[in-house]
């Protein structure tokens, strides 16, 4: 059966909700009929313009926060890739005829991203829905008819809605700096590894509440070898970042009494079960030898390791793949697989937010990381890191941690 045809210019004209499309400019490329109709505005006065020329603040209102608050939205939904719902916001309109008379509205917004196929922000659906005459009745009928007695108090409601939600963002915001003094000291700093050297970073997402529980972990192991491994906790906020320290602790710990990484990762598939919040979790690990040249790896659910070889070619680490930690109810023994490499190889480990972006298949992140390690494989490890994260993240900044750890073999 073939596929109905859709009139999607239509629809979005017939929209009951007052809609808006915006640049990241926020130049108005589009405005639905309900829009135009409620503003009381012609096609032409709207699109075309900049959102702030066509919907300004009252200029005789010091206290008028409508563009001040709806400009801080939108810049959250350029910065995130996020949908943001506002609070009931009281956003004065210029009586269309009447140059300098604004007339006191009332409206509920929702600001929606429209992203490109690289996670990019390349429109805004602006939706708002006016709440002007609910509010009126709906308030107290004790005003006397006094119009200002009620328009007094149904301002006074719009401020304690704003101000409630102004100390919820100043509480996430505090929680995300928390969060993020918490997840760098739990994170070991750059260091040699006997002889060795790993370049590390870390990146975290944009936005308030995208503290994650990515993180990396680098050990010395005895003769000439090195474990280093990568891992990413499921959720957000500080009960990802504490979920985070406390699996990293546990295959650190592991990683020294165990003969390899399948078994590093099956004591930490079991302890997982044991942490709330740790359901889900990912983690790569890698045992690197240099007297024999080889890496033996292991993976719980997390994206491969890139193995760089000399002439050019990247070698995903993919043979030894298994599902996240505590996945199973059971245990049942991980697969651990082993790889040669030359001398001046690069060993590559990452989070997903290195190379995942919203409505895009992973092979499509893969074969980008391997192109741009093939365009820098001469360089350094440190130089190498920050090529990578300049080149895959991003310009606008991820809505997903990064952990990365680039070695030289």
Do not use: K
Not at 235 to 260: F, I, N
Not at 369 to 395: C, F, K, Y
């Amino acid at each position: 059966m073939s596929e109905f045809p859709i009139d999607y210019a239509a629809v979005f004209q017939a929209l009951p909700g007052a809609v808006l499309l915006l640049t990241p400019e926020l130049m108005i490329a589009d405005a639905n009929e309900a829009l135009l109709r409620r503003a009381g505005r012609q096609r032409r006065q709207v699109v075309g313009h900049h959102l702030f020329d066509v919907f300004p603040d009252n200029p005789r209102d010091p206290d008028a926060t409508g563009t001040r608050n709806l400009r801080a939205s939108l810049e959250r939904v350029l910065a995130t890739g996020l949908t943001d719902t506002m609070a009931l916001q009281r956003y004065d309109v210029e009586l269309p005829g009447r140059p300098g008379v604004f007339e006191e509205r009332y409206w509920s917004p929702v600001n929606a991203p429209v992203l490109d196929a690289d996670g990019r922000v390349r429109l805004i659906v602006h939706r708002t829905e006016e709440v002007t005459e609910t509010l009126r009745a709906g308030a107290p009928r004790d005003h006397g008819g006094d119009p200002q007695r009620m328009t007094a108090e149904l301002y006074a409601r719009a401020q304690e809605l704003q101000q409630l939600n102004d100390r919820l963002r100043q509480a996430h915001a505090r929680e995300r700096l928390v969060g993020l003094a918490l997840q760098e000291a739990m994170l070991p700093a750059p260091r040699p590894v006997g002889h060795h050297r790993a370049a590390v970073r870390y990146r975290p997402a944009v936005g308030a509440l995208n503290v994650c529980g990515d993180w990396y972990d680098l050990a010395e192991l005895s003769g000439d070898r090195m474990a280093v491994a990568v891992g990413d906790v499921v959720g957000h906020g500080l009960e990802a970042a504490c979920v985070m320290g406390q699996l990293r602790s546990a295959l650190s710990a592991a990683t020294l009494v165990t003969p390899g990484p399948a078994r590093a990762l099956e004591v930490l598939g079991i302890y997982a079960r044991s942490v709330e919040g740790a359901e889900s979790a990912t983690a790569v690990e890698a045992f690197i030898d240099w007297s024999s040249h080889t890496i033996a790896y292991s993976s719980a659910g997390h994206p491969p390791p890139a193995l760089l070889h000399p002439d050019g070619r990247v070698e995903f680490l993919d043979g030894a793949t298994d599902p996240p930690l505590g996945a199973r109810p059971e245990h049942v023994d991980r697969p651990e697989a082993l790889v040669s490499f030359a001398d001046d190889a690069v060993l590559v480990l990452y989070t997903d937010g290195l190379i995942e972006r919203r409505r895009e298949d992973i092979d499509v992140g893969l074969a980008r990381l391997a192109a741009s390690l093939t365009r820098h494989r001469g360089a350094g490890a440190e130089t190498l890191a920050d090529a990578l994260l300049a080149e895959l993240l991003p310009p606008d900044g991820a809505t997903d941690d990064t952990a990365l750890v680039v070695i030289r073999l």
